[in-house]
Structures are given as structure tokens and as C-alpha cells.
């Protein structure tokens, strides 16, 4: 007897569907993987605080830029990548002769590891960057010059170095020159001025009486007079002079392309601004003076030695002249 009953559905797919959900549900995976990488790369580069970019050479135009670009620079991507002048305008004036020279080297050397410099953000803020850029491996065939790079944005270390050098060349108390650094910038002096043939004074003064002062009114009336008379020499002495405090209550100052003679009067202003300071200690008043002894190279010095020991006579000479005045040695 015939089975009238109709057939029963087939239990499996078709091979060839099957192996057609098999490659969506795959490719929906790599969707997915490649959508998390992408996620995942987006959340690397929003959190470097580095700008990394591509230039084409020839076409000078920006390929790319980072997101970090707006956040240093302060300017949108979108007009960087539409003129690269955003970036080069943003150079610091006197870095981007630097900056361009050093940025075209990669031509040679195919990799620039070493630049630094400055640009001026959209908010007026000066900020350093620490630039790498590298030529990028060309497929064969391409003519193409595209430059790749990082450039970070180093401006709190340069603080902290700026900083770490002012406490190792600044005394502290006066924030003049320290013994060291005066000694190094006044050789330096010596030394180009031995090269060139040109004329250089030497100063060397010291507060009349100053244990005096720190016996009768104590040492933070005596620090408060060190800090005055610092300001002073700052303030009378020329640009590129060099100031500095090298003892207790002694200060040294160098003259590049001076004489003598014309060292002599700006000593004078400095010892006449120094008589014009004014201290008081309760209800008692009273100034200070200074003995300066100054001299001016001469064919004979061979070394900064010979010029501070001639200076450092003459000072002492004026102390035991009666002080408060410039004796010439």
C-alpha cells in the first residue's frame, strides 16, 4: 500500500548554503575585529600627546595628521591638511629657518632624529616640540617623496631643563651669576677676546664693612643688602656684561669689547647708585658702600688669572685707601 504521507523536509542545508552563512557569519567577524582594531588604534592616537603626521614632498601639502594636532597647535586638522602654511606659520620666527633647513636633511640622511624647536599655538602660547620625520619606504615604481614623522610635545621638559640650569648658574640668595658660572662666562670673554684682538675690563668689588652690618642688624638685614646691590649691578651694567656674586659680599663683573677707561664710568654710575640705596633696621637708617677694583686686558695677560689677581689688588688697594672708591690696576 502506497505511503500517502508527504515527504519529510530535508534535515540539512544544501552544502553550498551553508558554506555561504559560514563565510558571512566569518566576514562579520573580521567586521567586527577590524572595527575593534580601528576603535582601538582611535583611542591610541587620541591619547599620544604627539602629533604624528605625513608631508608629501614635491606637492607640499599635509597627508595626515593626528588628532593631537588640535590640542598642540590649537587649530582644526582640516586646515592643516588643506594648507601646510598652518604649520609652518606656527613656527617660532626665529626657529624656522632651523626647522626647514633640518626638515629637508631627511633627503639625505633618510631619517632626522634631532630637531627641536618652538612654535606659537592659536592661543599665543609658546610651546616645543620635539620633531623625528623619516623618509617612508616607496613602492617600487613611485616617484613620490612622502615624509613621515612624530613630533611631541616636550615644553614641560624644556621647563624643568630651563629651571635645572638656572639653579646650577644662579646664586641663589641674589640670583646673579654663581661663582662657577661667572668664571666660565668670563673665560669664555677671555678667550674670544684673545682671538679677536678686542679690549675686555675686569671688575671686582666688595661691601665696605659688611661683617659690620651683620653684627649689629643680623644676616637677613646683610642678605637683604646682598640682593640690592646684585639688583644694582644689574641694572647699571651693560647687555652682555656678565654679573655675578663668587664670595660672601665680593662681586665680579666682565666688559667684553671695553676698555679700561670706558669700564671705569660705568663703575662709577654703579658705585653712585649703590651710595643712593637706603636700608633701615628698626628706627635706625643707614647706606653702604663698595671698594671696586678694575683693570683691562692687556698683551701681557695670558690667562683670566693674571686679570682677576690684577683686579683683586687694585680692590684691595682701595680698601686700604680709605674704601668707597675704584682704584685702576
Not at 592616537?45 to 608631508?55: H, I, R, T
Not at 683693570?295 to 695670558?302: E, F, Q, S
Request: a negative charge; charged letters at 25%; glycine letters at 6%.
Amino acid at each position: 500500500m502506497a505511503n500517502k504521507n508527504p515527504p519529510a523536509p530535508p534535515t540539512h542545508r544544501p552544502p553550498e548554503v551553508a558554506q555561504t552563512l559560514l563565510a558571512l557569519l566569518h566576514a562579520q567577524g573580521e567586521v567586527a575585529r577590524l572595527s575593534e582594531r580601528e576603535q582601538l588604534f582611535s583611542s591610541l592616537l587620541d591619547s599620544v600627546n604627539a602629533v604624528l603626521w605625513a608631508f608629501d614632498w614635491e606637492s607640499r601639502q599635509v597627508l595626515y595628521v593626528s588628532p593631537a594636532f588640535e590640542r598642540i597647535f590649537g587649530r582644526p586638522v582640516s586646515l592643516v591638511l588643506a594648507d601646510y602654511n598652518e604649520w609652518r606659520d606656527s613656527i617660532y620666527p626665529d626657529d624656522l629657518e632651523y626647522a626647514e633647513h633640518s626638515m629637508a636633511q631627511v633627503l639625505v640622511k633618510g631619517a632626522v632624529e634631532d630637531r627641536e624647536y618652538r612654535i606659537i599655538n592659536a592661543q599665543g602660547e609658546v610651546r616645543w616640540l620635539s620633531d623625528k620625520c623619516f623618509i617612508n619606504q616607496q613602492r617600487e615604481g613611485e616617484d613620490r617623496v612622502i615624509i613621515v614623522g612624530i613630533a611631541e610635545d616636550i615644553t614641560d621638559k624644556k621647563q624643568l631643563e630651563g629651571e635645572l640650569q638656572r639653579l646650577a648658574t644662579t646664586d641663589v640668595l641674589t640670583q646673579s651669576s654663581n661663582r662657577r658660572h661667572f668664571f666660565e662666562c668670563a673665560q669664555q670673554a677671555f678667550d674670544t677676546a684673545r682671538e679677536d684682538g678686542s679690549a675686555l675690563a675686569f671688575l671686582l668689588l666688595d661691601i665696605d664693612d659688611f661683617k659690620l652690618i651683620n653684627d649689629s642688624y643680623g644676616h637677613q638685614e646683610g642678605d637683604q643688602v646682598l640682593q640690592r646691590i646684585a639688583d644694582s649691578g644689574k641694572a647699571v651694567l651693560r647687555r652682555g656684561d656678565q654679573f655675578g656674586r663668587i664670595g660672601g659680599e665680593e662681586f665680579a663683573a666682565v666688559f667684553p669689547g671695553c676698555t679700561a677707561e670706558v669700564a671705569e664710568q660705568i663703575a662709577e654710575r654703579l658705585q653712585r647708585e649703590i651710595q643712593r640705596l637706603s636700608f633701615t633696621h628698626g628706627q635706625q637708617a643707614y647706606g653702604v658702600t663698595v671698594s671696586q677694583g678694575l683693570t683691562g686686558l692687556t698683551a701681557a695677560d695670558d690667562s683670566l688669572d693674571s686679570l682677576f689677581a690684577r683686579a683683586d689688588a687694585a680692590m684691595y688697594q682701595a680698601k686700604r685707601q680709605g674704601k668707597n672708591q675704584i682704584v685702576r690696576g
